[in-house]
């Protein structure tokens, strides 16, 4: 079957290091100079199924050309270039199942071609005969993400299968009735420091641009919360505001409203810009805004403040998967224990699921995990420079950094929680003097190391 074309609206050089790319990957790259070549494009060819348009260079042109994507039935989405500070403030939108995404400079030209693969994922189809006998190069997994085997890294590694709509609808999880709900994660552990923002926000960057999610990332820290900073978004409207002002005019507002929207297609939203006005921040009253946002996201990731305070215990109780981020160290290691003690007070414990972050510090991830007897879901090796990079200018390290190991290793965490794997594992507890003579084993190995 012919793969999609892409139609592209970037400066030359851009435009050939794009082209490259999504060529390695099966699609054909068009360069386009203006309306009238878009418009005898689209009308000379149906298999245009996405365009990029550059709206910095010249935004007028772009809001042409987008009209030009909606126009006699089409229904084309476009992957939009926009300068930072307009995005959150796009009021851009063709029909209700269109999908249009953002992304601003700089950007790297293979982060460019997941985005493009994971939109054409979900405007792509092919009937069922056409799937080959051995079955698919990669496939969509229950959660309606792309799986692909091992072995499918060659040269055929990019050339991403798709499949007919009505099984996309299925593997995404829409109901008979077309109604479809998205997973409430939460990542938590009531120690800092231990990685929980990192994680939350490549986390979130991995399934939007590699797996073609829709995906709502939740800064629920109102005393330490720095996603918004890590991101480059300035002075975002924070949900405590938005309420404010909809109380004082009347008006309601979805969480997709008061969502901004970071140049990697994510949403975020933060909770307030202050921790001394958050009184309107009732905690049920949040946690049923964040229920309701699932009908209008794939993934909802919530990066906790590390408490137990109502708010934290109001959005426990929705969360259909907890991960808890854990350091190979004593301090982090009996907070997670902590935590799983608690869980069971709570009963959350079934959710539980820990990822294993800076897993190459020495200490076996197996000791971590007997230790704190939750089933991990994903290690995360150490790369706090890459990160602190990749926040300077204001991005993911899957965007910026997409080739890097430790991407690999996010990028594996989004595949676990895509397929479900690990999900409502619950090993049997340990008994006391078991944990206690497995801490005392692993603190001898983490003292020996630092001497």
């Given amino acids: 079957m012919p793969r999609s074309a892409v139609a592209i609206v970037l400066p030359r050089a851009e435009f050939v ?69 307009a995005l959150g403030r796009m009021g851009l939108g063709g029909n209700s199942d269109v999908k249009d995404e953002y992304f601003s400079r700089p950007y790297s030209a293979e982060s460019l071609r997941w985005r493009i693969e994971a939109m054409l994922i979900r405007v792509e189809s092919v009937p069922a005969d056409s799937i080959p006998e051995g079955g698919l190069v990669g496939r969509m997994n229950a959660s309606g993400g792309l799986e692909r085997p091992e072995g499918s890294e060659g040269a055929d590694a990019g050339a991403i299968p798709v499949v007919a709509s009505a099984d996309l609808e299925h593997a995404a999880g829409v109901s008979d ?135 934290n215990q109001a959005l426990f109780e929705q969360a259909d998967r907890i991960l808890v981020p854990v350091t190979p160290d004593v301090p982090c290691i009996r907070a997670a224990v902590q935590f799983r003690e608690v869980a069971v007070e709570l009963d959350i414990r079934d959710r539980l699921t820990i990822v294993i972050n800076r897993a190459n510090s020495g200490v076996a991830a197996s000791d971590v995990e007997r230790v704190v007897a939750i089933p991990a879901v994903a290690r995360v090796r150490s790369a706090g420079m890459l990160f602190v990079r990749a926040a300077d200018e204001g991005k993911s390290a ?54």
């Fill in 177 to 311: 009735q077309g109604e479809k709900r998205g997973k409430i994660v939460i990542v938590f552990n009531p120690k800092g420091g231990v990685g929980k923002t990192t994680i939350s926000i490549n986390l979130g960057a991995a399934l939007q641009i590699r797996k073609g999610q829709r995906v709502l990332l939740v800064d629920c820290d109102t005393i330490t919360g720095h996603i918004a900073s890590s991101l480059g978004l300035q002075r975002p409207r924070t949900l405590a505001k938005a309420w404010r002002e909809d109380a004082t005019n009347g008006a309601y507002e979805s969480i997709a409203q008061i969502a901004t929207v970071h140049s990697s297609g994510i949403s975020v939203l933060v909770m307030a810009e202050s921790p001394l006005h958050t009184e309107i921040l009732d905690p049920r009253r949040v946690a049923d805004a964040i229920i309701a946002a699932r009908d209008s996201y794939d993934w909802v990731i919530l990066d906790m403040h590390p408490d137990y305070g109502p708010l």
């Fill in 398 to 451: 899957v965007e910026r950094f997409p080739t890097a190991k430790v991407v690999g290793d996010i990028d594996n965490l989004a595949d676990r929680l895509l397929s479900g794997t690990g999900s409502n594992a619950r090993p049997g507890f340990s008994s006391r003097n078991r944990i206690a003579g497995s801490f005392r084993g692993l603190f001898d190995r983490l003292t020996t190391q630092v001497s």
């Fill in 17 to 85: 290091a794009v082209q490259e790319h999504l060529n390695e990957a099966g699609y054909e790259a068009i360069a386009v100079e203006n309306a009238d070549e878009l418009e005898q494009l689209l009308v000379g060819r149906t298999d245009v199924n996405v365009a990029i348009l550059d709206g910095e260079t010249d935004f007028d042109r772009t809001l042409e050309m987008y009209a030009i994507l909606h126009e006699d039935g089409r229904n084309i989405p476009a992957l939009m270039l926009m300068p930072p500070r």
